[in-house]
Each structure stands twice: as C-alpha cells, then as structure tokens.
C-alpha cells in the first residue's frame, strides 16, 4: 500500500483523506521511508531554516488553551509592548550574520492597530536597508489593508497556523474562529504575500483531526508548513497533556510529506522535547525548522541545525 501510494503521489496525483487515514496504521519505518523518498522527488536537498523573534509579548486577549502568552491563564511568562524598530533590526543583523536566511516578528494579540503595524514596517524597512535576509510576519488576524502595508515594507511570507482541524478547534479557541483563520490568510495571499500555515500536534486531536488540517492546508495552497509538537505549560489548560511520543511525530510528518509533497514541512515549537532535536523527523520527510528559540521556549542553537542538517544531506537555502 505504501508503494502504490507513494507513487501516486510522485506521478502528481493527490492522495484522499481515505487513502491518508490508511497510512495511520501503516508499518512506520516504510512509510517515513516513502516520505523521505517524496521529499527528494519534489524538494531535492533543500532544507529552509528560519528564526523568529518575540516582537510583543503577553496578555493576548485569545484563549487559546496551548498558550502561555494568554491573559485568560496564570502561566508565567513575560509581558512586554512592541519592541522598537532599533530592538529588532539588532536581532535581525545577529540572525543574518550568523546565517539565517529568513526572519520572522511575532506579535501576541488578536491583530496589531495600525500604528503598530506602522511601527513594525518601519522595523522591516531599517533592516532591509542593512540586511540580505527574507522578511516573515506573524501578527494575528491582521485586515488586507495591514497586509498591504507589510507586504510593501519589504515583507514576503506571513505566518498564521490554522493550529488543528475545524472541527477540533473550538475545543481549542473560542475567541475567534476557524473562518477568521482562513479568511486571514486567503487576504493575505490577495496582498501578494505567501503564507506559512501549520498547526500544533498534541493537543488531545486525533490523526484524522490533523490529516483534515492537511487537506485544508492544501486546499489553501500552502508550501510552508510548521509542525509544532506541544510542549505543556504549567498554567494553561494543557499543562498536564502528555507530550507525543517521537514514533507518532515521525508518523505525523510522513502523512504530511504524502498529502503536501511540494511543501517545506518546518519542525517548530516542541523540538526540543525530543531526544534526538527532530533527526528522525527530518528522515521522515521533514525538511526545514525554526531555530533558536522559540517565544516562550527554547530551542535547538544554529550551530546544531547546521551540523544536523550537513549530517542528513541537506543544504541550507531558501525555499519558495
């Protein structure tokens, strides 16, 4: 089945929702197999490494039940307002100079005002005035005349995960809505940026919950897909969520590579929970990461993505 499967998928056909639940009960080591077997039929060696910086932090009025940065949770992390443009231009002269070749701002809250997003485009202006390196957003629920804004500062992707599948999602946010997720993006994509759209694994869905997340990610036409792993935080409703076991990370990864097979499937949050930092991920079909830390977590160094990545084959480089 995984043969004939995966050379469906290498001769461009799309597999179903039907033919993906299958492969959740497929014999793992041939499935990752198959996966990474797809990865370098459409991707070849590229691996799209990124980084991204806490450019507002704390008391989002979202309740979504994974995150520490909500005021609806006493979990404990730091608050502060938008950094200032001479704040994030040094993070992102540190991320070029050490070789990253994508940087992202992330903002908590619901969207930023207009005079933040002003704020923030004169951020992406200044760096790049002194930078070579690609221009990421991620803002919330943004409108397409905020779009339109970062798109002409210089900004090529904005991140907006759809975190689960529409059916599972109001047992994890009630504060906005799975429409309001899509038509962010679907604005986003008319104001002429790409969009990098994912989700979070472990949240108490089931496999089918995240493969309906897939199918709808592929139905947008996303090609930058960030697969998060959660990492429990004391505070929040999911502080006591067991976090997913590598061999069902891997499985995860490789139904992905089979329903997204052009896309680069970017390891994120949760990284650092396992043993090895993703290396069976990325054999997996995996082939692209957000390094260093992430908002409210750590995460693996850049010195170590590289070495992992040289390690597997992989070359560092961007991938649109």
């Not at 779009?147 to 995960?161: E, T």
Request: charged content about 20%; hydrophobic content about 35%.
């Amino acid at each position: 089945m995984i043969t004939t499967l995966k050379e469906k998928v290498i001769n461009g056909q799309s597999l179903t929702k039907e033919e993906a639940i299958h492969l959740s009960s497929a014999e793992l080591s041939p499935l990752c197999k198959g996966a990474d077997q797809i990865r370098r039929h459409f991707c070849g060696n590229a691996f799209d490494m990124c980084s991204i910086i806490n450019g507002k932090s704390g008391k989002c009025p979202e309740d979504c039940k994974y995150c520490a940065q909500s005021a609806h949770y006493a979990a404990n992390t730091t608050v502060y307002p938008l950094l200032s443009p001479g704040e994030i231009l040094q993070a992102a002269e540190a991320n070029a100079a050490n070789g990253i070749l994508r940087f992202s701002i992330v903002t908590s809250g619901k969207r930023l005002s207009d005079k933040e997003v002003e704020q923030v485009c004169d951020s992406f202006r200044k760096i790049q005035e002194t930078c070579s390196i690609s221009l990421c957003a991620s803002m919330g629920l943004l409108t397409e005349k905020q779009f339109g804004m970062l798109k002409s500062a210089g900004v090529v992707r904005y991140h907006n995960n759809l975190e689960t599948s529409r059916s599972f999602f109001p047992k994890i946010c009630t504060t906005h809505t799975y429409e309001d997720k899509i038509q962010a993006i679907q604005d986003a994509q008319a104001a002429g940026l790409t969009v990098c759209s994912g989700g979070i694994m472990g949240l108490g869905e089931t496999m089918e919950d995240r493969i309906d997340m897939a199918l709808t990610l592929r139905e947008l036409h996303i090609r930058s897909v960030p697969v998060n792993i959660l990492n429990p935080i004391p505070g929040t409703p999911l502080e006591y969520n067991t976090p997913l076991k590598e061999e069902e990370v891997c499985r995860t990864a490789a139904i992905f590579r089979f329903l997204l097979p052009d896309a680069i499937l970017r390891m994120a949050g949760g990284r650092g929970l396992m043993d090895d930092q993703g290396r069976r991920v990325f054999q997996s079909g995996a082939n692209g990461a957000i390094t260093q830390n992430m908002l409210t977590t750590g995460g693996a160094t850049v010195h170590e993505d590289k070495i992992l990545a040289e390690e597997l084959g992989f070359e560092i480089r961007l991938y649109e």
